[in-house]
Structure formats: C-alpha cells, structure tokens
C-alpha cells in the first residue's frame, strides 16, 4: 500500500513526516561501504569469507511548496557478508578470483533489514601471509526490505560497486 498514512513502526517520526508530503523530491547518493573480511581456505582454488561491513546511505528530501523545506536522511547499516571465493590465479604476493556473496545488514537508525546477493571479480595484493589489501568490481543485487523507507537500494536494486579493503587470511 503506497498510502503515506498506511506507514507504520518502520519508519522514525522524522521519516514518516517526510514521506506524509505527497509533493516531496528525493535525491539519494551513492551508498558509501566499509568492510573487514575474513578469509578461511577450504581447498587450493576455494575460500569460504565472511566479516563485518558497515554501510551510509544517505537521501534529501525536498518539499517544494515549503519554501524549499528539505530533510536529511542517514541510514546507517551493520553487515555480515557470507561468500564463497574462487582462486583463479595466483603467486606469493598476488591472487585474482572470482566471489559469490549473500549480504545481510541491519538498519541501526531504524527497523528495517536489509538482504542482497551479488558477485565480483578481485584482486589482491598479499602484505603479509595473513593479511592482503584487495580490490573488487562487483554487481549487486538489493531485495525490497519490505518497508515504505525510500533510499538508494529502493531506487536502485541492481548496483555496480567498486569494493576495496583489507582481508585477514585465517589458515595461511
């Protein structure tokens, strides 16, 4: 049900202020994502990861008829991401691979849950034997969460992102 009235405990006051305004213009950015990873090596081409990401998502609305009236939204998540990883190459101090991943985080600032799957392409440098600074193309995939919340994954399920972190080997 699209009726702004029909909102309920999913949303902070603030929020459901905004979204009451059937006139509003949203504006949401790029999602901004931080993660540390782990990495568990279950065979010579196969790793199993996981960790822990933090997520901002934020959105300005605007009411127009309001003299330009506007509310900031900052949507702050908490993840653990659940992957598989496949080595496609590697040598000492360099690996290239390929990840399947299922992501699932939850709002801080409000009640919903957020579930995503997605895949990528990466590349890391070995600093040490247990620790690597990676890089990875990805595509992602963002589930509705079920709520009447707008931010950037409603708007944009399907998103290519450009990961990059340091990951902790566990068994190397």
């Given at each position: ?41 279950l ?21 127009p ?6 509310y ?17 190459w ?26 995503s ?30 709520t009447?919340?707008?931010?950037y ?10 990961d990059?972190?340091?990951?902790l080997?566990?068994?190397k």
């Amino acid at each position: 049900d699209d009726n702004p009235d029909a909102l309920n405990d999913n949303l902070s006051r603030a929020s459901r202020a905004v979204y009451k305004d059937a006139n509003y213009e949203a504006v949401h950015h790029l999602p901004l994502r931080f993660s540390m990873t782990l990495n568990y090596q279950l065979t010579s081409s196969f790793d199993l990861l996981s960790g822990i990401s933090y997520t901002y998502l934020h959105s300005k609305f605007t009411i127009p008829q309001s003299y330009e009236k506007y509310y900031d939204q900052n949507l702050h998540y908490l993840g653990v991401p659940l992957g598989v990883s496949w080595r496609l190459w590697s040598n000492r101090r360099f690996q290239f691979y390929a990840t399947g991943k299922v992501l699932l985080e939850k709002c801080l600032n409000e009640k919903p849950w957020q579930f995503s799957a997605g895949g990528s392409l990466g590349a890391e440098y070995n600093l040490t034997p247990q620790f690597g600074f990676y890089v990875e193309p990805s595509l992602g995939y963002y589930f509705n969460d079920g709520t009447l919340l707008e931010h950037y994954y409603k708007k944009h399920p399907v998103i290519f992102a450009l990961d990059f972190g340091l990951r902790l080997h566990l068994n190397k």
